[in-house]
Each structure stands twice: as C-alpha cells, then as structure tokens.
C-alpha cells in the first residue's frame, strides 16, 4: 500500500515539476478520452499543442490568436490568484469580467459619434470600476456579515449574464442593427476601440495591461509587506492575526484588485477581440482563469506560462474541432482534467510516498 | 397583465416540481458537510447526473433506470472527488471548483448525440380517489415518485443524522476529525462514503431536471441549481428540515417569477430572472450576519485537510 | 498472579528518528506503573501501539499471556485496554452522553447510557451531567468524560497519558483517590508523566524512556525526585538563576478588564486586574482553558480592549493593534508555536519578519529588507541555539524546543519593554525548557516587566517574583511568589472545583 509522509519542508524541485508532470498526465487521459471518441489521440494531441504554433498552413492565422487568448487568462488569473493565496476564494471572475466590459462598453457607446483622445482611457476606467463594483458585493459582505464570498460571487456571475443578455438586447442594442441583438461595433469605432498594437502579433492593451500586471504581482508578494501579509494570511490565518494584519482590509484589497482586472479583461476584450457587447460575448474566460491561477501554482511567472498554455489549448481545441471533429466540449473537459491532476499530484510536492505497511487510519 | 391567471394551486405543485432538484442536491451535501466536508463540486455532479440520467433513460426508454444510472454517475464523479481530497490530500475549495469544471466539460462531450431529443415521460404516481380531493389532491397527491423520494430522504437524513450510531458516527468525524481517528473510526472511508453519498443525490437531482422538469438536455443546463443548493446547506445551518424549508421556498421563488414572465409583468425578463439567484445572496447575507448560531451549528472539522500523523 | 501486559523489545522507527528502540517492561494487575521520559522521549509512540494506533516495526505484546497484537483501537478496547489522552479525544458540539457513546463499541440506548454515566460518575466522584454540551466544560470536566468513558468498559488496563496537567492541586488529590480505588478493584494503570513528585506518591512501579530507549527500571518511591530527574534526563540540570533585585517602577497596568471570548467555547475574561513593575516576573497559573489565550490576545493587541484597561507607564494602550504594541515595545509569544507565533510552512527568515518587521526595521515604504530579515533571523538562531540546517529551512521542520527557542528569542531580541509568554515551555524538552526559563530571567535582570502564563507550577514558582491564577476567565490577586504553599496555590486556581472523594464502597 502506499502512505503518505509529510516532509519537513516542501519540495522545491516537486513544486516546480508537478505543473509538467501534470499537463504530460492530462495528455495522456486526453488521448484517451479522445480514443473514446473515436479519433486518432496523436493527431489530436498535436493538433492541439503543436499545429497551432509550428504548422505553416494555420500558424499565421494562429499564432496571434496565442496572445488574443492568453491575455485575458493572465490577467484574471493573476487578480485571482493574490485571493487565492490568502484564502479568499473569487470564483465570480466571469462576472466582473462581464460587468467590467458592460461599463467600458457603455461609456463608449453613449459617447458614439465623438472623436476624442479621452474616450478609450475613460473607457480602461470604467471597466476597472465595473469590475471593481461587482467584486466589492461578495468583499463587503463578507467583511461586514461574513457571508461566505465563494457563493456571493459565483451567483453573481448569473445576475451578471443576465444583465448582459438585457443590455445586448435593450439599452445598449445597436439602434441601426435592424432590430438584431448586439451593440454597435466599436472596432468600427476608432475612439472607443483597442486595436492590434503591431499588427499580425496580436498584441493589444489588454496584453499590456497582462504583462504589467505579472511584473507588479511578481514584485508585490516577493518585495512587498503585503504580498507577504497575503501569504501569511493564506497559509496561518492565526499567525497573520498576530503578525498585526487587518483581515478584512485584506478582503477587500484582494477582491478589489482581482475584480480591477477581471474588469480590465473586459473591456480590453469588448472593445478588441469581440468587438461588441453580444449575450454570448464571454466565453467562460473567468472560469478558465482559475484553471490558469493554479497550474501556474499561484506564481506570477507560472501564471504567464499556464496562460500561455491555456491559451494555446483554446486554439488548439478550435483547429481540432475543424480538423478532426473534435466537439468543442472535449477542450472543456480535457481542461477540467487538467485542473485535476495539478491538484492531486501536488500531493509530491508536500509529502513523500512511501510503498509500505499501511498504518490504522 | 394578468395575474388572476396564477392559479394558487398549480403554483404549489409546480413550485414541489422546481423544488426537488435542489432539495436533492442539498441534502447530499448536508451529509457530505457534516462529515467534515465542502465540496463545491455540486454543480458538476449534477450535470453529469443529468446527462448519464437522461442518456440511459432515452436508450433504455426506462426513465426509472435512467434515474438510477445518475445516481451512479454522480457517486462516480463524487468518487473523483473523494480520492483528490481525501487520499491525496488536496485542497477541497480548489477540487471542488475542479470536480465543476470537469463534470460540465464531461457532460457537455456526453450530451452531444442528444441535444433535442424528448427522453421517455416519467409518470406521476397514482394515488386513485385522493388526486381529486379538492385543494391537497393537485397539491400533494399529484407528483412522480421522485418528489416523494425527496421527501422521504429529508426524514431519514434527519433521522439518522438524530438518532443513529451511524449518524453519531458521521457528525464526529466531520467535528473532529483527530479525535475521532484516536477513537479508531476510519475517517477517510466515512468521508469517501459520505462524498459518494452527496454525488449520488446530486446526480439524481440533476436528472430530474433533464427527464422531469424540462425535460430535454441542453448543455449547462443546471444553471447554478448546484451553487444554490450549496447555498441553501448554509442558510439551512446543516438542518435537513430547514434544507426542505430553504430549497421550497428557493423553488417557490423560481415558479413565481416564471409564472409573472408568463403574466406579462412590467419587469424585464431578464430581472425577473436573476431574482432567485438575488434572493439567495440576500438570504445568505441574513443567515451569516447571525455570528452565534452560524459558528455553532457548523461542523467544525469542514473544508480542513485530514492526514493521520501518527 | 499472572503478568497482566508484557512488552518484549517493541520498536518503531519514523523517518530520521528512532521513536522506540527495542523497549520491554510488563505490567502486573492492579498495578499503577509509571512511564517517565521527557518530552520526545518515545513515551506517546510506545502507548498508541498498547492502544492499537500505531503498527511496531518489530517486537511483541502480551496480555493474560495470550498474544496482543490490536489492530485498531477497538480491538484493544475490545481487549480490555482504554486510554485517556493528553489531547483530548472529545467532540465539542456533541453532548457528554454522545461523546461518551462514541467510544465505546456497544453501547446501550442513550437514555440507560445517560444513568449509567450518572451512576459511575458519582460512584469515583467525577460528577457529570450527560446532556451537557461539552464544549462547554472546563478542562478537568472533560477529562471525567474521558475516564468515565474507559470506566463505563470496565477496562484491565487503563492508559492515561499526562492526566494531571489540567488539574488543580486539589483535583489532583482526589484524581488519586479514584486511581488507587481502581487499582484496589484490580485494574492497572499506566501513567505517563514526567511529574516526578506524582509518580512518586502515586506509582508502585517505574519504566523510564529516554531518546526511545528503556535506560531504568525503579520503584519511585525509594527514589528521591532528583534521582529520578537524573535518570530522565541523563544528566544534572542547574536550575535557572539571577542575582536577588528589587523590582522597578510600575510599567504595565491592566485595570478591570473584561473581554468576551472570540470563540463560542471560549472563555471570557472576566474583571481582570494586575500590574507588573520593570524587573519583575508575574506567574500566570491555572489549568488550561481558563482565560489564557484570551489573556495574552488582550495583551497582545489582537483583541481590543477598552482602551483604559491596558496601560503602559500611565498611556492607555487598549485600543492599540499588535504592530502599535510592538511600536511601544509590548512583545508577546502564543501558546500555540504551529500556526499562532509562527507560520509552519515559512522559513525562519519569514517567521523572524512575521513580528520583527517594525522594532528591527526591515520594512522601508512597504518593500521589504531580505538581507537585513536574513541577519536578524541568523542572529536568532545562533544566541539562542537553535538546532536547524538553516535559515531558510520551514519553521515546521524544527523540534517543539527549538521552534519554542526561535520563537522566545524573537520576542528577546527585541528589546521589550514588556515581555508576555504563554507556556514558555509545554512540550519543550528539558535542557530546552532551562535554556529558555534562564532567558526569561535575564531579559528581566535586565528591567523589562515580565509576564509568565503557564501550567507548570514548579515552573512559575522556580521563575515569579509574585504569582496569580486564571480560574474561569477571573484572576486572582497576585501574591509573592516564595512560601506560598501548594495547598494556597491550589486555592487560588479554584480548589476542587466540584470533585469529591471517591465513595468509598465500590
């Protein structure tokens, strides 16, 4: 049988190894998966990891949707994952992300037609306060009643895309649509609209904002009293009591800043990628970003590269549903899994295995 | 507008309708809670349960089979679940999101080959001469058997959670799980029991809604029923009775505002919509505000990592 | 008569440590044999195998002469065997009745069971009333549940495993009593302990553990306490010292001061006044449970206080938040090392940070000094040697005596002006627990005010100027420490409480 035993310091070289050894275990359950359904497991495994990158005939086309698609991983995934840390659980992303673009959104399209140099930065602020708003329910009742945030968060997330669904549909539809659902496009809209910085890169403000937001994170939790009040609270909610931390400043500060840029990630993408406010215009990015917080272990620079990858399986899963006939669903659950097995081989990294006797447990 | 067309009667009776799913998916994870316990996976295992319900009941044409294949998926998924945390020692909060993702996913990737297919009817029991009581027969006399299952389930959980060696058994391990391992109880085998327990409730929850209360499969089509009834565990202070209190009055809040949208009220319907889920934020807000009696009734061994050192 | 339990060369090894090294003794009935050994000595390995936690590694038990191997702890329940812990293996939000239900295996309808727990409690004199919630008990009240618990099973063999810690003087006496009664009624009892005027006055027989070794066997009672010290031990300790001074002026003041508990089961502290003088020790006593960690949070910032009750040199301080305290140099060190004082899974480096952040000066606008925390941490580690790789191993990694001595010289090397200790050694071996007791008395050599919350009464007593006890969130008022007599001591902890002498007739 196997035992488990706690080692006196965690592994270094587990703590870094677990991320690959899981994405290398989610491989291969995938392709099996995919056997299941029928379609050959390396063909689609490369079609999802390697075609989208390296093969000519897509990668033009693909290899800026990398960033298209990382960014706001990235960006959803860092705020979150400073909640993580310290033991509070955002899992609402997906609505501030919709509220973040619905108040970029609609500062533009009141605007519409002005000309201005003001419009988009005013725009970067109301998605932020959008995003900020919406976070600061489950933070303020959570200081306030101790209401349980995992929950107030999550079910907002279904007033959100309510919410959504009224404004593509009522106050902010497009009065020139023709009666069709959705907004004015603001990509046709240059004041109001974040365009491709360098063209075929894919790179826009969003992606700014992504990489500016993994710096400053990096720095905070390993500079920064803060960052390290955060860890504290996280591991030894007690100690960080004692250590003087205010914990309810420490709510709001974490849900405030993960629902800043979860906001952000909205209107970068309203204004860019989708172009206009639509009720199926997010694409569950919020969810997918929790997924990202914890394959890159919480980390800053982890976080870049899980986005990355994540990212990479959101192509990937589009080429192979138009190669192979992958359903879309199969990415679904190829990424749960992969959330899965980062959790349980995590297990190395905090305890040796040892083959053995088995102790009465 | 025309609300004299809400018949009070009807109302009731569909109101136990929309009840039951979350009636069901709470009551399991009451018993998983009070094991020691969180998991957030509910939403997941009742999707999934859904899925294999309504797949199983359309190629077997047996909706009563369909019902029992999703209490196996969801135990199934549950199980997932039960070994991350319980042998691996993961995180539950981290699993828990994890067992969602996954089983909406997995459900979506099973359901593909049956979006828009009717699956066979379930009929409701026949009770004779006292369906056509006045008033009680349409109301309780009037409903497939899984809504009496329900109902049962909420006094047996109450029962043996009160009453049974059994239930002494699980509520010590969910309060403290170290001293009930010093006393030689197997607390991971409880706990995984408990967990499949939860999913088994939560996968039969979720195919009422795909083979009685819709009854069709679309994807997601839960829409936050497993949150909710992560919700009504809370607002119900691990008390099955207050579960069947919290999860009716839940239902009777969802029936009501269909029945305004189909009134033709003056409110969006978008508003009317998000208004089961405000209402149960604003019940949560009013039962965490109440420090005492939350603290005391919460088992307090729930959401922390059990490893027998010794 | 036939040896009731004998234990021939059991040992078990975890990974580094040896916990029992080929240990053999044997036990006769009636029996009230004592297992001395200091803390880490391999006394709680060595009873979780009688009770069936813990697989040995190699070796053999008998009982009755037939071979006992228990697989799990009903098996030696099953066998005869019960066990009271030290942690106590109770459930708080479950009733007495419940809790004593859960340990038994077969146990009779709940309304019998609660006269039968009636019956026998007042029969040793350990009343109990089986409807009480027992979050709601005091500390020596669940550990009648405990001994009830084993009683109700009529046990051959009962295990208790530092039994006297929660109890007064007073309740310690009358704890005897039933032990001896049950040891005339033809049970025996294993005592652990490292309570050496105890096992003296209580046990026919001794083994004595040291590093998971037997290195003696004794009667106790023809041994005198030093001796017995010595062999726990292994070697002479000196007892802690300081030159003779007359204490200062008043620096802390604590006025009427009542706080309600933060936990539901908790106690709140309850009118509550003393002062402490620059030089001086105060000796906190009283069994556990009574106040202390809601003590040392009011004084320590984490709970506020109305703003008057603390004072520091005349200045309200109530309303202060631990980082201002530490500001004014009020530096305190929790009970609790794993999780309160320190963060297990952190290195030192972050644990030195963790409460040395403002006096030492390693935070500048918010960023953090590493090399400075790295020195300040190293400059711990090495005046008050503590046994670690390094710095930046995690805090978990170390031993109960060297994280205790990490987390005293944190506070030490601070400089306080008031220095507040919450069981400066409980779990800490004994050249540890010296070490630690001498640094104590230095920093008040020194003039800083010093106060001792502890269990250990031989402690308080080797280390106070003036002593007080916590009994139920109430302190007594302080009185000089020397010549106070144990039966005062006892007294001034609450006496007997409710206990009485066991009846007599059985």
């Given at each position: 049988m196997l035992?488990l035993?706690?080692?006196?310091?965690?592994?270094?070289?587990?703590?870094a190894?677990?991320?690959?050894l899981?994405?290398?275990?989610?491989m291969i359950?995938?392709?099996l998966l995919?056997?299941?359904l029928?379609k050959?497991?390396?063909?689609?495994?490369?079609?999802?990891f390697?075609?989208?990158?390296?093969?000519?005939?897509?990668?033009?086309y693909?290899?800026?949707?990398?960033?298209?698609?990382?960014?706001?991983?990235i960006?959803?995934?860092?705020?979150?994952?400073?909640?993580?840390?310290?033991?509070?659980w955002?899992?609402?992303?997906?609505?501030?992300?919709?509220?973040g673009?619905?108040?970029?959104?609609?500062?533009?399209?009141?605007?519409?037609?002005?000309?201005?140099w003001?419009?988009?930065?005013?725009?970067?602020?109301?998605?932020?306060?959008?995003?900020?708003?919406?976070?600061?329910?489950?933070?303020?009742?959570?200081?306030?009643?101790?209401?349980?945030?995992?929950?107030?968060?999550?079910?907002?997330?279904?007033v959100?895309e309510?919410?959504?669904a009224?404004?593509?549909?009522?106050?902010?539809?497009?009065?020139?649509g023709?009666?069709?659902?959705?907004?004015r496009n603001l990509?046709?809209?240059?004041?109001?609209?974040?365009?491709?910085?360098?063209?075929?890169?894919?790179?826009h403000?969003?992606?700014?904002a992504?990489?500016?937001?993994?710096?400053?994170?990096?720095?905070?939790?390993?500079?920064?009293?803060?960052?390290?009040?955060?860890?504290?609270?996280?591991?030894?909610?007690?100690?960080?009591?004692?250590?003087?931390?205010?914990?309810?400043?420490?709510?709001l500060?974490?849900?405030g800043?993960?629902?800043?840029?979860?906001?952000?990630?909205g209107?970068f993408?309203?204004?860019g990628?989708?172009?206009?406010?639509?009720?199926?215009?997010n694409?569950?990015?919020?969810f997918?970003?929790?997924?990202v917080?914890?394959l890159?272990?919480?980390?800053?620079?982890?976080?870049?590269?899980?986005?990355?990858?994540?990212?990479?399986?959101?192509?990937?899963?589009?080429?192979?549903?138009?190669?192979?006939?992958?359903?879309?669903?199969?990415?679904?659950?190829?990424?749960?899994?992969?959330?899965?097995?980062?959790?349980?081989?995590?297990?190395?990294?905090?305890?040796r295995?040892?083959?053995?006797?088995?102790?009465a447990? | 507008?025309?609300?004299?067309?809400?018949n009070?009667?009807?109302?009731?009776?569909?109101?136990?309708?929309?009840?039951?799913?979350?009636?069901?998916a709470?009551?399991?994870?009451?018993v998983?809670?009070?094991a020691?316990?969180?998991?957030?996976?509910?939403?997941?295992?009742?999707?999934?349960?859904?899925i294999?319900?309504?797949?199983?009941?359309v190629?077997?044409?047996?909706?009563?089979l369909g019902?029992v294949a999703?209490?196996a998926?969801?135990?199934i998924?549950s199980l997932?679940?039960?070994?991350?945390?319980?042998?691996?020692?993961?995180?539950?909060?981290?699993?828990?999101?994890?067992l969602?993702?996954?089983?909406?996913?997995?459900s979506?990737?099973?359901?593909?080959?049956?979006?828009?297919?009717?699956?066979p009817?379930?009929?409701?029991?026949?009770f004779?001469?006292?369906?056509d009581?006045?008033?009680?027969?349409?109301?309780?006399?009037?409903?497939?058997?899984?809504?009496?299952?329900?109902?049962?389930?909420?006094?047996?959980?109450w029962?043996?959670?009160?009453f049974?060696?059994?239930?002494?058994?699980?509520?010590?391990?969910?309060?403290?799980?170290?001293?009930?391992?010093?006393?030689?109880?197997?607390?991971?085998?409880?706990?995984?029991l408990?967990?499949?327990?939860?999913g088994?409730?939560?996968?039969?929850?979720?195919?009422?809604?795909?083979?009685?209360?819709?009854?069709?499969?679309?994807e997601?089509?839960t829409?936050?029923?497993?949150?909710?009834?992560?919700?009504?565990?809370?607002?119900?202070?691990?008390?099955p009775?207050?579960?069947?209190?919290?999860?009716?009055?839940?239902?009777?809040i969802t029936v009501?505002?269909?029945?305004?949208?189909?009134?033709?009220v003056?409110?969006?319907?978008?508003y009317?919509?998000?208004?089961?889920?405000?209402i149960?934020?604003l019940?949560?807000?009013?039962?965490?505000?109440?420090?005492?009696r939350?603290?005391l009734?919460?088992?307090?061994?729930l959401?922390r990592?059990?490893h027998?050192?010794? | 008569?036939?040896?009731?339990?004998?234990?021939?060369?059991?040992?078990?090894a975890?990974p580094g440590?040896?916990?029992?090294?080929?240990?053999?003794f044997s036990?006769?009935?009636?029996?009230?044999?004592?297992?001395l050994?200091?803390n880490?000595?391999g006394?709680?390995?060595l009873?979780?195998?009688?009770?069936?936690?813990?697989k040995p590694?190699?070796?053999?038990?008998?009982l009755?002469?037939?071979p006992?191997?228990?697989?799990?702890?009903?098996?030696a329940?099953?066998a005869?065997?019960?066990?009271?812990?030290?942690?106590?293996?109770?459930?708080?939000?479950?009733?007495?009745?419940?809790?004593?239900a859960?340990?038994?295996?077969?146990?009779?309808?709940?309304?019998?069971?609660?006269?039968?727990i009636r019956?026998?409690?007042?029969?040793?004199?350990?009343?109990?009333?089986?409807?009480?919630?027992?979050?709601?008990?005091?500390?020596?009240?669940?550990?009648?549940?405990?001994?009830?618990?084993?009683?109700?099973q009529?046990?051959?063999?009962?295990?208790?495993?530092?039994?006297?810690s929660?109890?007064?003087p007073?309740?310690?006496?009358?704890?005897?009593?039933?032990?001896?009664k049950?040891?005339?009624?033809?049970?025996?009892i294993?005592?652990?302990?490292?309570?050496?005027?105890?096992?003296?006055?209580?046990?026919?027989?001794?083994?004595?553990?040291?590093?998971?070794?037997?290195?003696?066997?004794?009667?106790?009672?023809?041994?005198?306490?030093?001796?017995?010290?010595?062999?726990?031990?292994g070697?002479?300790?000196?007892?802690?010292?300081?030159?003779?001074?007359?204490?200062?002026e008043?620096?802390?003041?604590?006025?009427?001061?009542s706080?309600?508990?933060?936990n539901?089961?908790?106690t709140?502290?309850?009118d509550?006044?003393?002062t402490?003088r620059?030089?001086?020790?105060?000796?906190?006593?009283?069994?556990?449970?009574?106040?202390?960690?809601?003590?040392?949070?009011a004084?320590?910032?984490?709970?506020?206080?109305?703003?008057?009750a603390?004072?520091?040199?005349g200045?309200?301080?109530?309303?202060?938040?631990?980082?201002?305290?530490?500001?004014?140099?009020?530096?305190?060190?929790?009970?609790?090392?794993?999780?309160?004082?320190?963060?297990?899974d952190?290195?030192?480096?972050?644990?030195?940070?963790?409460?040395?952040a403002?006096r030492?000066?390693?935070?500048?606008n918010?960023?953090?000094?590493?090399p400075?925390?790295?020195?300040f941490?190293?400059?711990i580690?090495?005046?008050?040697?503590?046994?670690?790789?390094?710095?930046?191993?995690?805090?978990?990694?170390?031993s109960?005596g060297?994280?205790?001595?990490?987390?005293?010289?944190?506070?030490?090397?601070q400089?306080?002006?008031?220095?507040?200790v919450?069981?400066?050694?409980?779990g800490v071996?004994?050249?540890?627990?010296a070490?630690?007791?001498?640094?104590?008395?230095?920093?008040?050599?020194?003039?800083?005010?010093?106060?001792?919350i502890?269990?250990?009464?031989?402690?308080?007593?080797?280390?106070?100027?003036?002593?007080?006890?916590l009994?139920?969130?109430?302190?007594?008022p302080?009185?000089p420490?020397?010549?106070l007599?144990m039966?005062?001591?006892g007294l001034?902890?609450?006496?007997?409480?409710?206990?009485e002498?066991?009846?007599?007739e059985?």
């Open positions: 035992r035993e706690k080692r006196p310091t965690p592994s270094r070289f587990w703590t190894a677990t991320p690959v899981a994405v290398l275990l989610t359950a995938g392709g995919f056997m299941i029928g050959d497991p390396f063909a689609a495994i490369r079609t999802i390697w075609d989208p990158l390296f093969n000519e005939q897509f990668a033009s693909s290899r800026p949707q990398l960033l298209v698609k990382s960014g706001p991983l960006l959803i995934a860092i705020g979150l994952s400073l909640g993580f840390r310290a033991g509070i955002n899992i609402g992303a997906e609505g501030q992300y919709i509220i673009a619905l108040c970029g959104a609609g500062v533009g399209l009141a605007l519409y037609p002005m000309d201005a003001f419009i988009f930065p005013l725009m970067v602020i109301a998605g932020a306060l959008g995003g900020l708003l919406w976070a600061m329910i489950p933070a303020l009742l959570k200081t306030h009643f101790r209401t349980n945030e995992i929950l107030v968060s999550l079910l907002l997330v279904y959100a309510q919410l959504l009224s404004m593509a549909l009522g106050l902010m539809r497009n009065p020139e023709g009666g069709f659902p959705g907004s990509q046709q809209y240059p004041s109001a609209s974040n365009p491709e910085l360098i063209a075929g890169t894919g790179m403000w969003g992606i700014v992504a990489f500016i937001a993994v710096i400053a994170s990096y720095v905070l939790l390993n500079r920064h009293l803060l960052g390290f009040q955060i860890r504290l609270t996280g591991q030894s909610p007690r100690a960080a009591r004692f250590a003087g931390v205010n914990p309810n400043a420490l709510i500060f974490c849900l800043t993960s629902g800043v840029l979860a906001g952000l990630a209107l993408e309203i204004a990628p989708a172009g206009q406010v639509s009720i199926d215009f694409q569950g990015y919020g997918t970003a929790i997924i917080a914890f890159g272990r919480l980390n800053p620079i982890g976080i870049l590269l899980a986005g990355l990858l994540m990212g990479l399986t959101y192509i990937g899963g589009d080429l192979a549903q138009f190669m192979l006939g992958l359903p879309a669903a199969a990415i679904q659950a190829f990424q749960g899994m992969l959330l899965f097995f980062l959790l349980g081989v995590d297990v190395l990294s905090n305890f295995i040892r083959i053995g006797k088995t102790e447990a | 507008m025309d609300l004299s067309a809400i009070p009667l009807v109302l009731i009776a569909s109101l136990m309708v929309a009840s039951t799913p979350i009636l069901l709470a009551l399991g994870e009451l998983v809670e009070k020691g316990v969180l998991n957030l996976g509910v939403e997941g295992m009742m999707i999934t349960g859904a294999c319900g309504f797949a199983i009941a190629e077997t044409d047996n909706p009563a019902f999703a209490m998926g969801g135990a998924l997932i679940f039960g070994v991350m945390t319980q042998v691996l020692l993961s995180n539950q909060v981290a699993s828990g999101l994890a969602t993702l996954f089983g909406l996913g997995l979506a990737l099973m359901g593909q080959g049956y979006v828009g297919i009717k699956p009817a379930t009929h409701d029991l026949n004779g001469p006292l369906a009581i006045p008033v009680l027969g349409p109301v309780l006399f009037s409903h497939d058997a899984v809504v009496y299952i329900s109902l049962a389930l909420v006094v047996a959980v029962a043996v959670l009160k049974t060696r059994l239930g002494l058994i699980l509520r010590a391990v969910g309060e403290n799980h170290d001293a009930a391992h010093a006393l030689g109880y197997k607390v991971v085998r409880i706990r995984i408990a967990i499949m327990f939860g088994a409730c939560a996968g039969l929850g979720g195919a009422y809604i795909s083979l009685i209360r819709v009854p069709q499969w679309t997601g089509m829409a936050g029923a497993g949150w909710i009834a992560l919700a009504i565990v809370v607002f119900a202070s691990w008390k009775v207050r579960v069947l209190i919290g999860a009716y009055l839940f239902g009777g009501l505002q269909l029945n305004l949208q189909a009134a033709g003056a409110i969006p319907v978008e009317l919509s998000m208004s089961p889920y405000l149960t934020i019940v949560l807000v009013i039962m965490s505000a109440d420090r005492s939350a603290a009734n919460a088992p307090a061994s959401g990592v059990f027998a050192s010794s | 008569m036939t040896t009731l339990l004998n234990i021939d060369g059991l040992t078990k975890y440590v040896v916990a029992n090294d080929n240990v053999s036990i006769q009935p009636g029996e009230v044999h004592a297992l050994g200091e880490g000595a006394k709680s390995t009873v979780k195998m009688i009770y069936g936690l813990v590694d190699k070796g053999r038990m008998t009755h002469g037939q006992y191997e228990p697989a799990e702890p009903r098996a329940r099953a005869g065997v019960a066990m009271v812990f030290q942690h106590f293996s109770l459930f708080d939000a479950l009733n007495v009745a419940e809790n004593i859960l340990g038994m295996e077969k146990p009779p309808a709940m309304r019998d069971l609660a006269a039968r019956e026998v409690s007042e029969n040793y004199g350990l009343p109990l009333d089986p409807s009480r919630t027992v979050g709601d008990l005091s500390a020596g009240e669940r550990q009648r549940v405990e001994i009830i618990r084993c009683l109700l009529d046990p051959k063999l009962l295990i208790m495993d530092e039994p006297t929660v109890l007064t007073q309740e310690v006496e009358i704890l005897f009593k039933t032990l001896r049950l040891s005339a009624e033809g049970t025996a294993l005592y652990i302990s490292h309570k050496l005027e105890e096992i003296r006055t209580l046990c026919d027989g001794a083994t004595i553990l040291r590093l998971g070794k037997v290195v003696d066997s004794c009667n106790p009672r023809e041994k005198s306490a030093s001796e017995l010290a010595e062999m726990m031990v070697t002479k300790l000196t007892p802690p010292s300081r030159p003779e001074a007359e204490p200062g008043v620096v802390l003041e604590v006025t009427n001061l706080v309600k508990s933060a539901p089961f908790g709140s502290l309850k509550i006044s003393f402490v620059e030089g001086e020790v105060l000796g906190i006593g009283g069994v556990a449970g009574n106040g202390q960690d809601e003590l040392l949070s004084l320590s910032g984490e709970t506020l206080a109305p703003n008057d603390v004072r520091l040199r200045e309200s301080i109530g309303h202060m938040g631990p980082n201002p305290r530490r500001h004014i140099a009020v530096l305190t060190a929790p009970e609790e090392r794993l999780g309160h004082a320190a963060a297990p952190m290195s030192l480096i972050e644990n030195a940070l963790l409460t040395g403002i030492q000066g390693l935070v500048r918010g960023f953090l000094n590493w400075a925390t790295r020195i941490a190293e400059s580690i090495k005046q008050f040697d503590v046994r670690t790789p390094g710095a930046g191993n995690a805090a978990r990694s170390l109960g060297n994280l205790q001595k990490f987390v005293i010289g944190r506070e030490v090397l400089k306080p002006e008031v220095l507040v919450n069981q400066p050694t409980w071996d004994a050249s540890a627990a070490a630690i007791r001498q640094s104590i008395l230095d920093l008040a050599e020194n003039g800083t005010a010093v106060i001792v502890s269990q250990d009464l031989d402690e308080l007593m080797e280390i106070s100027d003036r002593f007080a006890a009994n139920e969130g109430r302190l007594s302080p009185r420490a020397r010549g007599t039966e005062e001591i001034m902890m609450g006496g007997a409480h409710d206990m002498v066991a009846h007599a059985a």
